[in-house]
């Protein structure tokens, strides 16, 4: 016993000798580290590279497999020629060619929102500096600096992709060998511009870090300052990519002006600029009063609200009258892909979100099939899109003898075109006796097969997604609802609906996101002979790539409808942090 407890004794020794030397290793380890390591902010600034290195594949391939396609495609789109790629700058030209003077509009605006995030962003920042008594201004300059790096880093990227992609035409009557590739990518990186655009930005993106570096070693140890790095560097990215966009805007209104004045005829851009942009704001400012009002404590109050929000309404109305006229200076094509887009979205998303909530409460009773149904149900969004169109090419098809004509004819009904018909709904319901023209005429018919399309494909998908939805309700609300007496109907609208409420947002952002980039199917059920009716806006932009080879304007046409989308998620993102209820 004497000799184990001796054995014990000793290892006990040995285990605080170690633990003791792992504590002074540890310390010198500390003591040894640069001293910007040290103290609290030290051990944060060790957790914020920790976590940026296990971020920054993930970085990588976001931007080199989804920003920069993006960018690349800006760039593109800034570029004519037929068949080219690497065309000669035309500035706006693109976007003129397809929403006419509507595009110093747009980018006058982007710019106006880029500048008042940047404000937004820095206003944030300072309240809570001044809140939380802590030194935020010290991370202004290097964040600046950084974003400077930054935005000349992508000058760089933009200075060498031309040259890169002029090397396969350089190669035409040499031996086209890889020793002659090499050497042509070896003698374009070290072109004196190129070289000049990479150092300049490396040395401003290094001065930034090691500045924000020495900020963050200059704080006290026993500070609880948080890093304002972040907010002010998107700040500095945004009021640079504004300014850059305000610039190359202003130079493109004033060579418009000096070619049309080359040319004896006038123009009316900053007219109409001015005139639509006033109509905006009246409409931002009725919108605002209009939410105002209901929170208005006396009716006077309310009334004299809501009737300033109409007569700004009316006023703004006259003021975007101009709009019209700017439109249709644009590309007929582009803006009759947008009116069968904006056909195909009202069409199909409420349609399918509908029906996918109630198979969605069937479902989720105690039925025998449960389960079966479930995947039926979800089998044609599974199904291969191609596969699923070509089998209802051949159901909507215009011969006689077709099986949905076939169907109708059983019922006496005359045949129709269904895939080949250009008229609008509402002109064949009214027998084409008024002229509604095309947007009061409704989708073609043969864009409405296409949503029926549509809508059977995805209500399976909405429907699986709706029952995850209704598995989080806890019972226990349904229970109570039912001992206060409310009915199923009750129980449905303020207790299912309010609960279900972000499954309802994701949902409808998903599909008019969708709707809008739709392509598959679409392609593969139009038809000549509905004369452009179902050409969507992304059928649009295929055709200008692929058929007409005008990879600018493609690319300017993709920028546009990208604008279009993000601008509709940014609305629906604002009505629904009012209305959605996460529990």
């Given at each position: 016993m004497?000799?184990q ?13 170690q633990?003791?030397?792992f504590?002074?290793?540890l310390?010198?380890q ?5 001293s ?7 051990r ?13 594949p993930?970085?990588?391939?976001i931007g ?8 690349f ?12 790629i690497?065309g000669?700058?035309d500035?706006?030209?693109?976007y ?15 710019a106006?929102g880029l ?16 809140q939380?008594?802590t030194?935020a201004?010290?991370?202004v300059l ?22 890169m992609?002029?090397i396969?035409s ?26 000049i655009?990479l ?5 401003l993106?290094?001065g930034g ?7 963050n ?12 790095f972040?907010?002010?560097?998107s ?17 493109e209104i ?16 900053w ?17 605002r009063?209009?939410e105002?009002?209901?929170?208005r ?10 009737v300033s ?6 006023g703004?109305w006259?003021?975007?009258a ?8 644009g ?21 399918q979100?509908?029906?996918a909530?109630?198979?969605a409460a069937?479902?989720f ?16 969004y ?6 699923t169109?070509a ?22 009904a005359?045949?129709l ?9 509402i002109e ?8 509604l ?9 043969a864009?409405?097969a ?16 709706f029952?995850a939805?209704?598995g ?29 409420s ?6 409808s952002?998903?599909?008019v996101i969708?709707t ?6 679409i ?6 002979a509905?004369?452009?009716t ?10 200008a790539f692929?058929?007409d080879?005008?990879?600018g304007?493609a690319?300017a046409?993709?920028?546009?409808l ?17 209305r959605?209820f996460?529990?």
């Open positions: 004497a000799v407890n001796w054995e014990n004794d000793l290892h006990v020794d040995s285990t605080a000798s633990h003791a030397a504590r002074s290793d310390q010198q500390v003591r040894a580290a640069p910007w390591f040290r103290g609290r902010q030290g944060r600034l060790r957790e914020m590279l920790l976590a940026y290195s296990f971020l920054a993930a970085f990588l391939i080199l497999f989804g920003l920069f396609p993006l960018a495609a800006a760039y593109e789109s800034t570029l004519r020629g037929l068949n080219k690497v000669s700058y500035g706006l030209g693109n003129v060619k397809a929403v006419d003077n509507l595009i110093y509009i747009l980018t006058f605006w982007i106006i500048a008042y995030f940047a404000v937004t962003t820095i206003a944030r920042a300072v309240r809570e500096h001044r939380e008594n030194n201004m010290r991370w290097p964040a600046i600096v950084t974003a400077t790096g930054a935005a000349l880093f992508a000058r760089f990227v933009f200075v060498l992709l031309p040259e992609l002029l396969p350089k190669l035409r009557g040499q031996n086209n060998t890889q020793e002659a590739f090499r050497g042509l990518v070896v003698e374009t990186w070290w072109l004196p511009k190129v070289q655009a150092w300049v930005a490396i040395i993106l290094a870090a090691a500045w924000a570096m020495r900020v070693r200059s704080v006290a140890r026993d500070s609880r300052d948080p890093i304002y972040v907010p002010f560097f700040a500095g990215i945004s009021l640079i990519s504004g300014g850059a966009l305000i610039w190359l805007t202003w130079n004033n060579a418009a002006y000096a070619e049309a004045l080359e040319e004896g005829v006038g123009l009316e851009l007219s109409q600029i001015v005139t639509i942009s006033a109509g905006f704001l009246l409409l931002l400012l009725a919108w009063l209009w105002s009002a209901g929170h404590t006396s009716n006077t109050g309310m009334a004299v609200r809501l929000a109409v007569a700004l309404m009316a703004a006259v003021l975007i101009e709009l019209p006229r700017v439109v249709s200076a590309d007929e094509d582009w803006w009759n892909g947008l009116m069968a887009t904006v056909f195909y979205v009202m069409g199909t998303v409420p349609i979100l509908g029906l909530l109630i198979l069937l479902l009773q105690k039925i025998r099939g449960q389960t079966l149904f479930r995947v039926l149900y979800f089998l044609p599974v199904a291969p899109f191609v596969g169109a089998v209802f090419r051949i159901i909507f098809s215009n011969r006689p003898t077709a099986p949905l004509n076939s169907m109708l004819d059983l019922f006496g005359d045949p075109l269904w895939l080949g018909e250009p008229s609008g709904i064949m319901i009214t027998g084409g006796r008024i002229d023209g095309p947007i009061l005429s409704g989708p073609s018919l864009l409405v296409i949503m029926i399309y549509g809508i059977w494909t995805y209500v399976g998908f909405d429907t699986v997604i029952l939805g209704l989080a309700i806890p019972n226990e609300l349904y229970e109570v609802a039912d001992i206060d007496g409310a009915g199923g109907w009750a129980q449905f609208r303020h207790v299912t609906l309010p609960l279900l972000p499954t309802i947002y994701f949902l952002l998903y599909a969708g809008f980039k739709a392509f598959n199917h392609f593969v059920l139009r038809q000549a509905a004369l452009g179902t050409d969507t806006a992304s059928i649009v932009i295929f055709q692929k058929r080879t005008r990879y304007y690319s046409l993709a920028i546009l990208l604008l279009i989308i993000m601008v509709i998620t940014l609305v629906n993102n604002r009505i629904a942090s009012r959605v996460y529990g």
